[in-house]
């Protein structure tokens, strides 16, 4: 053991579960890079892992072709009743949960190690930070948690001083029995994989995947669906938010906190290389903001996580290079690509398709091949401190004073490019309508679907107590609260192409809401709130169509009196608990669009 553990809780905590899962081995996890060394090297020999030639300290593994994505349908909410959970959340009673799951962890570790991992939630000694132990019987894991959080002896030493933690158990749920040889990606079927949340007493129970969030606990499990309820019960916010800072020609900061679904465009925004000479974009986090009122009167956002785990697909040195060049070195890639000179390769990257790989099943792959070399959800883990483009007041504990919400989906059609909320109640609206095309982000997730917030399959309470929140949160913030917008990189065009180019260019709208901000750049009111006009984006060095920039730019009062009854369909759900504010901005639009209310 490297250290000494003399927290209580902690030590019968982590014997009851030795006794419960029955590990080979015990290893207390320290975060140093000898520790993840050591732990590569051992999965390398073992065939799990693969070091990539072309690129130092990187390796590549291939999950299990069954577990490649977070599984909504088996993700669970545990509480006493199930109205707190709300429609939208999959609800087990605490006590049938755990009964279910404690015969499945039974003897689950057997032939393996158990991993303690502990870490923080964003910096040491923040006040925003949370401590957490996770525990696994995943190398994997380990090392991506060592790249994800912040992991090591400084935790253990808060603990043992007596701060609070949060458990997270987790087990890839296949134990080896005596002689049994072991696969290269352990994980349980999918009927037997449960991702449990229990929020009344703060700790998580995963169960049967290996994958990305549904293993990597402090993601979406404590980064947000437990810390979404703590955050409600406390009055502060834990969101699926990127943060940036975007620094005008003259210097001045303006702090950005976004919030799109899964595979729609948060690290990409958060690393963008701004196309209009004189802006420049810094980047705090990629995924998930933690924010708190401060002394000052407005909301302050830490990224409570250390790393970005990435999609794969789609980046390139075209689309962002700040990412490529993060990821060149030092990073764990997952189901991507493997190319005969030793390198990761998927699909939109630059260059030509090499004339031969080995696809992310392991199997030979060429271009000719109907299915791509990459899974669509294939990954990256890198470390946050590493990323060229990363702010110098990332790991501020006090956080960054946010300026400008963004929300946001992925739309083919019916919402333009940008748009500005009338006033905060107006910006819960377009939060709580967010709706988005589906993406290889998750597994079970098909047709258009609302994610009000992007955060539907992550908030570890009833939906419409959520809705309730932001406009609470609005009453207190008063006029220091950010402004909202809503933004679409993704509308098309008839020939099915994208009218918007994204990436860089996509900087064009922030800078509009920047001198919205000032009060220097113009708009048209529409029955959907404000929209710039041509005129009023700054297009310089843009070749785009007029044609295009219309299209972009309209707002169809007939096609949105279409969106109406999916909104209240959506809205129906939640019945009377949904909150009358927000029932008055939907009858508000109606009258705008002159339909009745
Ligand atoms: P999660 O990690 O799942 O939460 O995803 P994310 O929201 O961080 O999405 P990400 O930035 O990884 O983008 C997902 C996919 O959308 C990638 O394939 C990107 O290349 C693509 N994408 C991102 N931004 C844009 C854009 O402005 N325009 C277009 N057309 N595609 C984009
Ligand atoms: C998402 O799906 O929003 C992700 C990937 O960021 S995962 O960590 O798997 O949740
Ligand atoms: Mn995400």
Redesign the pocket.
């Known amino acids: 053991m490297p250290y000494q553990v003399t927290n209580k809780k902690l030590n019968e905590w982590v014997n009851d579960i030795t006794e419960l899962c029955q590990p080979e081995k015990l290893h207390w996890c320290d975060g140093t890079q000898d520790e993840y060394n050591l732990l590569m090297a051992q999965m390398v020999a073992e065939g799990r892992a693969i070091p990539l030639k072309k690129c130092p300290n990187s390796f590549l593994f291939r999950s299990d072709p069954s577990d490649v994505a977070r599984v909504e349908s088996r993700t669970f909410i545990a509480t006493k009743n199930r109205e707190s959970v709300g429609p939208t959340n999959n609800w087990v009673d605490t006590d049938e949960l755990k009964q279910t799951m404690t015969a499945l962890y039974a003897g689950c570790m057997k032939g393996r190690t158990m991993y303690l991992i502990p870490f923080s939630m964003g910096p040491v000694g923040s006040p925003i930070s949370k401590l957490a132990v996770q525990i696994t019987d995943s190398s994997y894991v380990v090392c991506n948690m060592h790249i994800m959080a912040r992991v090591g002896t400084e935790v253990v030493a808060a603990i043992n001083n007596g701060e609070d933690f949060i458990e997270c158990l987790h087990s890839v749920g296949a134990p080896l029995q005596k002689g049994q040889k072991d696969v290269p990606w352990p994980c349980a079927p999918i009927e037997k994989k449960y991702i449990s949340h229990f929020p009344e007493e703060n700790s998580i129970w995963s169960f049967g995947s290996g994958y990305g969030g549904n293993a990597l606990l402090g993601k979406k499990c404590l980064g947000l669906r437990l810390a979404s309820a703590i955050a409600k019960r406390e009055g502060w916010m834990a969101e699926?938010m990127?943060i940036l800072r975007l620094i005008n020609p003259q210097g001045k900061k303006y702090h950005v906190a976004a919030a799109?679904?899964?595979?729609?465009?948060?690290?990409?925004?958060?690393m963008i290389q701004p196309a209009v000479p004189g802006w420049k974009v810094e980047c705090i986090g990629?995924?998930i903001a933690w924010m708190k009122v401060a002394q000052d009167g407005k909301l302050h956002a830490i990224n409570p996580e250390a790393g970005?785990?990435?999609?794969?697909?789609?980046?390139?040195y075209k689309?962002?290079p700040v990412c490529m060049e993060l990821i060149k070195e030092g990073t764990i890639f997952t189901n991507c690509a493997l190319t005969d000179d030793g390198d990761v390769w998927w699909e939109?990257m630059d260059g030509e398709k090499p004339l031969h790989a080995i696809d992310w099943k392991g199997n030979n792959w060429n271009p000719a091949h109907k299915e791509p070399a990459a899974h669509g959800?294939a990954?990256f883990t890198a470390a946050a401190k590493r990323c060229p483009a990363i702010c110098p007041d990332w790991e501020n504990p006090q956080g960054v004073p946010i300026d400008i919400f963004i929300f946001g989906g992925?739309r083919s059609a019916v919402v333009p490019l940008v748009t500005e909320a009338f006033n905060w109640d107006h910006g819960v609206f377009l939060g709580a309508t967010v709706a988005s095309e589906p993406?290889a982000?998750v597994l079970d997730n098909v047709g258009i679907r609302y994610d009000p917030f992007?955060i539907l399959p992550f908030c570890g309470y009833n939906m419409a107590d959520y809705f309730q929140h932001q406009f609470d949160m609005g009453d207190k913030l008063k006029s220091k609260a950010p402004r909202i917008f809503y933004v679409n990189?993704?509308r098309k065009s008839q020939d099915g192409g994208?009218l918007?180019?994204?990436?860089g260019?996509?900087i064009r709208a922030l800078i509009w809401m920047c001198e919205r901000i000032e009060g220097r750049a113009g708009a048209k009111q529409t029955p959907i709130g404000y929209v710039p006009e041509e005129k009023d984006l700054d297009l310089t060095g843009l070749s785009i169509t007029q044609a295009k920039i219309s299209e972009l730019l309209s707002v169809d009062p007939e096609v949105w009196k279409a969106e109406i009854p999916k909104m209240e369909k959506f809205f129906s759900q939640f019945g009377d608990h949904l909150p009358a504010r927000l029932r008055k901005q939907l009858d508000e639009l109606k009258s705008r669009l002159s339909l009745n209310v």
């Not at 799109?260 to 958060?270: D, E």
């Not at 990435?310 to 980046?315: D, E, K, M």
């Open positions: 699926h990127l799109f679904p899964s595979a729609c465009g948060k690290t990409n925004l958060a990629d995924d970005f785990f990435g999609v794969a697909p789609g980046t390139s689309s962002n939109g959800n990954r992925r993406t982000a992007a990189w993704f994208w918007w180019p994204g990436f260019e996509n």
